[in-house]
């Protein structure tokens, strides 16, 4: 059963902005941690962005601050990504990950491409 599923992505131009969705069918989204990751073809998958189950903690990989911002509707057990002053290194394909206590969990979606090209 898949348990995450990503959506948003799309071509944008430099500069342009993207939000990316992340629903998650579980039954009790708030005792997750969540995080965002990406992968660049050739290039190992990176965490760029992740927030604690209540949203009051929220952290950023360098390359994203102050462009990037995460975010959470428990009721919606949705997670968000808005992504502001895109830049063509951001190109990849972004996933939501879920984290229960420690652990991270294996279970990935399809992600959603992201393509910063003039």
């Known amino acids: 059963q898949v348990q995450v599923v990503e959506s948003g992505g799309g071509l944008v131009q430099p500069g342009g902005s993207l939000r990316l969705s992340c629903t998650v069918n579980?039954?009790?989204?708030?005792?997750?941690?969540m995080g965002w990751y990406r992968q660049a073809p050739g290039k190992q998958r990176e965490l760029v962005a992740f927030i604690s189950t209540t949203g009051h903690r929220r952290n950023y990989a360098d390359f994203v601050k102050g462009r990037f911002t995460i975010s959470r509707d428990n009721a919606k057990k949705t997670l968000y990504l808005q992504m502001n002053s895109l830049e063509p290194a951001d190109t990849a394909v972004y996933y939501c990950r879920k984290k229960y206590g420690s652990v991270w969990s294996d279970d990935w979606g399809q992600g959603t491409q992201v393509t910063v090209s003039s």
């Open positions: 579980v039954n009790v989204f708030s005792n997750y941690d």
